[in-house]
Nanobody
């Protein structure tokens, strides 16, 4: 079993930045793909990007490309989501997810294990 815990959410003004973290723990002996998602009440969960633990390759959806960056610290089993130039429409609950296999960037999204989410609010 794998557990994911997100942190780093909060309130920020438009144009500001936040860095979210997702710490994974449990039985992870294989390559893994981790992803970041967000969801607004009443809307479907939106995938933002993925990162492969093996080669560090990343993928982003167009709506966040250039503003959000996913990185990882494999020694700490932690993935980060650096969010810059935040907009009001970035307000959402942010989740990380993991699947115990390599990423298929842009084709499938990791969904084997999920964190509990961390709220991000962008408002003046």
């Amino acid at each position: 079993q794998v557990q994911l815990v997100e942190s780093g959410g909060g309130s920020v003004q438009p144009g500001g930045s936040l860095r979210l973290a997702c710490v994974a723990s449990g039985h992870m002996y294989s390559r893994k793909c981790m992803g970041w998602f967000r969801q607004v009440p009443g809307k479907e969960r939106e995938g933002l990007g993925t990162i492969d633990s093996g080669d560090g390759s990343t993928y982003y959806v167009d709506s966040v490309k250039g503003r959000f960056t996913i990185s990882q610290d494999n020694a700490k089993n932690t993935v980060y989501l650096q969010m810059n130039s935040l907009k009001a429409e970035d307000t959402a609950m942010y989740y990380c997810a993991l699947v115990l296999r390599r990423c298929e960037h842009g084709t499938t999204w990791p969904s084997q294990y999920w964190g509990q989410g961390t709220q991000v609010t962008v408002s003046s």
